[in-house]
């Protein structure tokens, strides 16, 4: 079996589903904490499924993780758990912290405890592949080239510093113990199943509440847009055939102005579900204060995990975004679900 850690949610959702459509996959131990980010309705169609096994815990609980690996022999760790939300880490560092960071610690810990133990074969077969950001890079200007696997790291958010930490530690237990690991740095991802915190389904959603569409600053942050299905055949990929120790960046060759995107969506629904006063989406459009320390750009080059190990996206920014959109409408029971009273108590935290 393989142990997801954050499967239930937005990317670690969609990678468990991904994984078990695939009638000859091993199975998933599905380590997952539940903050208000965790959702077991995005797993629902997974509850006769006996080769997912769900367990509510911290990847900080050293002797349950450990005895998660014993128990189901596992042969890969696919670590997605994480704090996620930039905003969320202005608001309040320590959480980030505690997860990335020292949850990260805890987690490699385990698994070198467990590891260590397994035979010669057992060991050289073990995988442990940590889901990390390109936002680990810093921010750029708009002529800089993109993000390769050999930029420094300039993390600017507390979100961003955490996963940082947390790459330097996967990579120095590799360095340092022999622990055989991938990590993989990937853009902005979007598609099913993705928190209305982010902007993407946030505007989706509150276009069709009739809600304000939230701009940050002047909206000309560029963000490199991955829909989520190519993020999780990327780390099928790297986990199948990466070379350990390594690296690999994952993007989707879309940068886009944040404007540009809400645009976009604005004409989707214009079109999937006309306003009956006959105006579009956009003039919902409204700007808002800047996030502190916003970073201006991401971009990623991601040349090396096509050269070295042929994996592309399929989605084009265009089919991703409507795919998308089209989701949200057909899903609106999933949306409800998590509508819930902390997400408006975030909403009025963040907006007002
Ligand atoms: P998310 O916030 O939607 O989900 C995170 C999941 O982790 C939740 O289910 C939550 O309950 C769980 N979790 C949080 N703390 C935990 C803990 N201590 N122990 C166990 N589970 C815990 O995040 P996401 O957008 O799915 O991101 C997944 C990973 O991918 C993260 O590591 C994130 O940094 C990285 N990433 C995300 C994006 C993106 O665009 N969303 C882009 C690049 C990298
Ligand atoms: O780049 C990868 C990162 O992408 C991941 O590591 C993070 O986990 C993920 O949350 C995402 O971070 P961003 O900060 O780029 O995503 P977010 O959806 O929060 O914002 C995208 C852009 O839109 C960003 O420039 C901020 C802007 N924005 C966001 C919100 C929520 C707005 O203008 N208005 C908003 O209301």
């Known amino acids: 079996m393989i142990l997801v850690t954050g499967g239930a949610g937005f990317i670690g959702g969609n990678f468990v589903l991904d994984w078990l459509a695939n009638p000859h996959a091993e199975g998933v131990v599905n380590l997952d904490k539940l903050t208000y980010a965790g959702n077991l309705a995005t797993l629902q169609s997974l509850s006769a499924d006996d080769r997912h096994i769900f367990v509510q815990g911290d990847i900080g609980d050293y002797e349950l993780v450990l005895s998660l690996l014993k128990k189901h022999a596992i042969r890969a760790v696919v670590n997605f758990a994480a704090e996620s939300h930039v905003d969320r880490s202005i608001h309040g560092p320590g959480d980030f912290i505690q997860t990335n960071v020292l949850g990260t610690f805890n987690l490699l810990e385990a698994v070198r405890a467990f590891w260590s133990d397994l035979s010669e074969e057992g060991k050289q077969q073990f995988r442990f592949l940590h889901v990390s950001t390109d936002e680990v890079y810093g921010s750029l200007s708009a002529t800089d080239p993109a993000f390769s696997e050999t930029n420094p790291y300039e993390p600017n958010s507390p979100y961003s510093a955490s996963k940082a930490a947390s790459d330097h530690l996967v990579r120095a237990w590799h360095h340092t113990y022999g622990l055989p690991v991938l990590t993989t740095n990937c853009s902005n991802n979007y598609g099913p199943y993705h928190f209305p915190e982010k902007l993407i389904p946030l505007v989706i959603l509150n276009a069709l509440a009739g809600k304000p569409l939230p701009i940050y600053g002047d909206g000309q942050q560029i963000r490199d847009w991955l829909y989520v299905k190519d993020h999780c055949s990327a780390i099928r990929r790297v986990l199948e055939a990466g ?68 994996w592309k996206p399929a989605e084009t ?10 989701w949200y409408l057909d899903n609106q029971e999933w949306t409800e679900g998590v509508l819930s009273g902390s997400y408006r108590d975030w909403v009025k935290k963040q907006y007002s």
Not at 243 to 251: F, M
Not at 317 to 326: A, M, P, R, S
């Open 317 to 326: 920014f265009e089919t991703g975004i409507q795919k998308t959109v089209q």
């Open 243 to 310: 070379k350990l120790g390594e690296t690999y960046n994952v993007g989707g060759w879309n940068e886009k102005p944040n404007l540009d995107v809400v645009h976009t969506i604005c004409s989707i629904l214009d079109s999937l579900r006309p306003k009956a006063d006959g105006t579009s989406y956009a003039t919902q459009i409204t700007y808002v204060k800047d996030r502190p320390g916003h970073d201006r750009r991401y971009a990623i080059d991601a040349t090396k995990l096509e050269r070295e190990l042929g």
